[in-house]
């Protein structure tokens, strides 16, 4: 079963594609100082709350790497923004994923 969805926002990922929670970008140093929105650095990674299905190449079935509710780093550039209900998301493809944390 491949999009059981735990939050339910209105939005399915098609084929090829994951619908991914950013984890929120730091707002402090470790010394302390408050960075202003400008130059916080947005994360890579994120909370995997979407699953589309699987890809087909060349009559190859391809399976999605991750599953739903796992914390995933993904490539920095890759993705696409999206806001639902006044919340960032990202739309982030099967192969702009690099890692997967471990519970």
């Known amino acids: 079963m491949v999009n ?3 939050k339910k926002i209105g939005l399915r990922p098609l084929s090829g594609y994951l ?3 950013p ?3 730091e707002t402090k140093t470790a010394s ?3 960075l202003p929105e400008t130059v916080q650095e947005k ?3 994120g909370t995997v709350i979407a699953v589309g299905g699987p890809l087909y190449d060349l009559g190859r079935e391809i399976m999605p790497p991750v599953a739903l509710g796992d914390k995933i780093i993904y490539k920095k550039w ?3 923004e999206i806001k639902v209900g006044g919340v960032d998301y990202k739309l982030v493809r099967f192969d ?6 471990e519970p």
Do not use: K
């Open 4 to 6: 059981t969805n735990i």
């Open 19 to 21: 619908l991914v929670e």
């Open 23 to 25: 984890s929120q970008a």
């Open 32 to 34: 302390g100082i408050v």
């Open 43 to 45: 994360p890579a990674q």
């Open 78 to 80: 890759g993705g696409d």
């Open 96 to 101: 702009d994923v690099m890692a997967v944390f």
